[in-house]
């Protein structure tokens, strides 16, 4: 089963006013949807937009693994953990906060930022946290995160290329740049699909893309 969720019906939130946009893909906040709560292991896709100076200031997390893909810009990360790290595009940023952690994330750059922080559920909550930056992620070489069950895999398809979808329980595709199309279904900027129980799917690209694709275990 494919479900196709549109950029236009994210929900909006963030802060005007501070240089803050938000569009969150699941219920997020103040913005709740039963039916909305999560797709497999993943709880959150939202896609935060920072004005030069603008940020998230120390907040508090736990008992869930937060994976941060830069768009534009970079991202300015410290945690109560020690560690202090400026994040840019083709990186991907992990943050496990297991029994909790705090961060700040802020844009310190003069140009706007643009990312998207995928939160996902751990299989065993609790436990220490842990944070790592892998520097230009390859296409070919999947981010593995088996604390969630999960492997993300970043695809920068050239117009016409093809890629297969994993065949696995759940995969969740989220379209950064670009458009591909899935199943008859063209997929734009901040589009997503859904689809459970994956078998002989792939994207083709109507123009230059790069999608984000999370093959989820059961």
Same mark, same amino acid.
């Given at each position: ?12 939130? @963030?802060? %005007? ?13 103040? $913005? ?14 939202? %896609? ?10 120390? /907040?508090? /997390?736990? /008992? ?12 300015? #990360? ?9 994040? !840019? ?12 952690? &705090? /961060? ?14 995928? +939160? ?5 909550? @609790? ?8 520097? !230009? ?15 993300? #895999?970043?695809? &920068?398809?050239?117009?016409? %290329? ?7 329980? $759940? ?9 591909? &199309? ?7 900027? !901040? ?8 078998? !002989? ?12 694709? +999370?093959?989820?275990?059961?």
């Amino acid at each position: 089963m494919i479900s196709v969720w549109r950029a236009g019906g994210r929900y909006r939130g @963030g802060d %005007e006013a501070a240089g803050i946009e938000s569009l969150h893909a699941f219920s997020f906040g103040r $913005f709740y949807d039963p039916d909305n709560l999560r797709f497999g292991a993943i709880l959150a896709c939202n %896609e935060e937009r920072l004005a030069p100076g603008a940020g998230f200031d120390e /907040h508090p /997390h736990s /008992h869930t693994e937060i994976v941060t893909w830069v768009m534009e810009g970079e991202l300015t #990360h410290r945690d109560s953990a020690g560690n202090a790290t400026v994040v !840019g595009p083709g990186d991907v940023q992990r943050l496990s906060s297991a029994g909790g952690v &705090r /961060h700040i994330e802020r844009n310190d750059g003069q140009v706007p930022l643009t990312f998207v922080q995928m +939160w996902l559920a751990p299989k065993d909550p @609790g436990g220490e946290p842990a944070y790592e930056v892998v520097r !230009g992620i390859a296409d070919a070489t999947p981010y593995a995160l088996p604390e969630a069950g999960a492997l993300l #895999h970043v695809r &920068r398809l050239a117009t016409d %290329e093809r890629t297969a979808v994993p065949d696995a329980p $759940f995969v969740y595709v989220h379209v950064v740049r670009g458009v591909v &199309r899935l199943a008859g279904d063209d997929l734009g900027p !901040g589009d997503a699909a859904r689809i459970t129980d994956a078998e !002989g799917l792939e994207l083709a690209a109507a123009v230059a893309a790069e999608v984000l694709v +999370w093959e989820l275990s059961g």
